[in-house]
């Protein structure tokens, strides 16, 4: 994503090139890592800088497949940590259970996902959560097909609207946000898994709309405009102290990664888990989401060390401090 980003990734290639060279990479071990687009810059960020630091004797491989396709490999034990850009599922969880899978729960920054529009578009400035209802809902389908639909005061042009495909942990989270329940949507959009696809399709679209999350429209701010977004008082654009003070509102949220309760007995995910959270606050900002409190970073350190396993994020409302939700019980 940012030139400190590909730096460091051409850093991880020559270690892992020299370690190829000298024949050790097949005894090297492997951290498998899969699932959400939204959570992978972060998690990219530290494998590299782990990679770097243990001189290449140890590979982590990350994946996009969406936080859907993550927890399928996850709780099918083929991968050691999943990125999740929303909590567990309860039919997630079934999965896990029925293949022994237990994991390690933890909120690793705060996301704030984010409405783009092109910059051409000076008419949307701000929208509504119920005009977000009216454009994204099911019954949409066919029916909202022009802007002006949605405001008299708006082109009568249509609209092109970008999203997430239906594995993805964003899409779950905005429709259920927006909408009121998990993908529930109109279902003609274009859709990807991969939020620069949605980058390039606002960026070339006046009349176009969609949402993804806040590190790929900051990283893309040249090309799209983010859209404030009124919930009741007024626009509020997406930034660090509106996702802190929870203005932002409802799509600012926490993002994850679970951690396979038996993949902690290997010494490089345990080593590379506590790498993560000691590093987590400078790469998180770094790549341009919002890291949480020293607190919950050590609580999720403790969590590891204590092998504290389940969900305590299931049904939970938004306006509770993460370090409270944190020292809850679990949810198996």
């Known amino acids: ?30 951290i498998k890592i899969d699932g959400s687009s939204t959570v992978f810059p972060i ?7 782990f990679q770097i630091a243990k001189r290449g004797a140890i590979r982590v ?16 034990n083929e991968i050691d940590i999943v990125n999740a850009s929303r909590s567990i599922t ?45 454009i994204w809902e099911p019954g949409a389908q066919g029916v909202i097909t022009h802007w002006n639909q949605i405001n008299p005061a708006w082109p009568d042009k249509k609209i092109k609207l970008y999203g997430p495909g239906a594995d993805s942990g964003t899409f779950e989270y905005f429709t259920e946000a927006i909408v ?19 980058v390039q399709g606002v960026a070339s679209d006046i009349y176009a709309l969609g949402f993804f999350g806040f590190a790929y429209y900051i990283e893309n701010s040249k090309k799209i405009n983010a859209v404030a977004v009124d919930s009741g008082n007024g626009g509020v654009i997406p930034s660090a102290a509106t996702v802190e003070n929870n203005s932002y509102k409802p799509l600012s949220r926490p993002i994850f990664i679970y951690v396979n309760a038996k993949s902690t007995e290997k010494p490089e995910v345990n080593e590379f888990v506590n790498f993560y959270m000691k ?54």
Not at 61 to 76: A, H, L, N, Q
Not at 180 to 198: C, H, I, W
Not at 284 to 294: A, H, I, R
């Open 180 to 198: 009121g329940k998990a993908k529930s949507s109109r279902g003609d959009f274009t859709a990807s898994e991969d939020d620069n696809v949605l």
């Open 279 to 332: 590093n987590a606050p400078e790469l998180v900002t770094e790549v341009k989401y919002f890291p949480l409190s020293k607190e919950v970073y050590n609580l999720n350190i403790e969590h590891l060390d204590k092998k504290k396993t389940g969900t305590v994020f299931k049904d939970m409302g938004t306006n509770i401090k993460l370090e409270d939700i944190l020292k809850l019980e679990s949810s198996l």
């Open 61 to 76: 491989t990350v994946g996009i497949s969406g936080t859907g396709g993550g927890f399928k490999k996850f709780c099918r």
């Open 43 to 49: 998690t990219e960020a530290v494998a590299e800088d």
């Open 1 to 30: 994503m940012s030139n400190t980003i590909h730096f460091r990734t051409l850093i991880a290639t020559m270690f892992l090139s020299a370690s190829i060279t000298a024949g050790v990479v097949n005894a090297s071990p492997i």
């Open 90 to 134: 309860q039919l997630e969880m079934d999965a896990c259970k029925q293949e022994g899978v237990q994991y390690i729960e933890m909120p690793i920054a705060f996301d704030a996902l984010t409405i783009v529009v092109n910059p051409k578009n000076t008419w949307s400035k701000t929208i509504t959560i119920d005009e977000l209802k009216r």
